[in-house]
T-cell receptor, first 110, second 115 residues
């Protein structure tokens, strides 16, 4: 296992379109996290899964955002009706104790 | 209130010197974890070091050590013998069991190592 992977690495979309990102965690990790990071800021928590259960969701996460982890392995993050303010780096991390991050998906909404 | 506070937006250090990056945290939990991550300009977040709240000794990992002062709620990162490759953003983070093991990150410190 080579670590956490995320696809795509970059996504450019027009405002109003839907986008979906995928995260494949380290296989033995049961916890999976999604973060958003904007320039000059630390990662901002979005949501957290333990196995397939979504246990925590940030109040910052509007109803346009949804995440799934259907079989407790990979996860998807979907953003509906994208807005320019959604432009950011979206990071996925998996953990047993410390978190290991994927390379991120950079979203640009034009 | 901020869960994690990093008061140094930018730091400079001479190559081969040691540098301390400050981090204070806020929690009412007895059990928690403290972490430091490095983010180079390439963007990936690299785990550096972990300190558990019940660990009595300061964590060390190679040139990294964590100066844990529980009563002061501080978890400073010490990098010894700085190298040019240490130039990056450094983030302090805390995991609280309450709230589902959520991680909280600080705003980061940008470290520049001067040759």
């Amino acid at each position: 296992d080579t670590g956490v992977s995320q696809n795509p690495r970059h996504k450019i979309t027009k405002r109003g379109q839907n986008v979906t990102f995928r995260c494949d965690p380290i296989s033995e990790h049961n916890r999976l996290y999604w973060y958003r990071q904007t320039l000059g800021q630390g990662p901002e928590f979005l949501t957290y899964f333990q196995n397939e259960a979504q246990l925590e969701k940030s109040r910052l996460l509007s109803d346009r955002f949804s995440a799934e982890r259907p079989k407790g392995s990979f996860s998807t993050l979907e953003i509906q009706r994208t807005e320019q303010g959604d432009s950011a780096m979206y990071l996925c991390a998996s953990s047993f104790n410390e978190q290991y991050f994927g390379p991120g998906t950079r979203l640009t909404v034009t | 209130a901020q869960k994690i506070t990093q008061t140094q937006p930018g730091m400079f250090v001479q190559e081969k010197e040691a540098v301390t990056l400050d981090c204070t945290y806020d929690t009412s939990d007895q059990s928690y974890g403290l972490f430091w991550y490095k983010q180079p300009s390439s963007g990936e977040m690299i785990f550096l070091i972990y300190q558990g709240s019940y660990d009595e000794q300061n964590a060390t990992e190679g040139r990294y050590s964590l100066n844990f002062q529980k009563a002061r709620k501080s978890a400073n990162l010490v990098i010894s013998a700085s190298q040019l490759g240490d130039s990056a953003m450094y983030f302090c983070a805390m995991r609280e069991p309450r709230g589902g093991n959520q991680f909280y990150f600080g705003t980061g410190t940008s470290l520049t190592v001067i040759p």
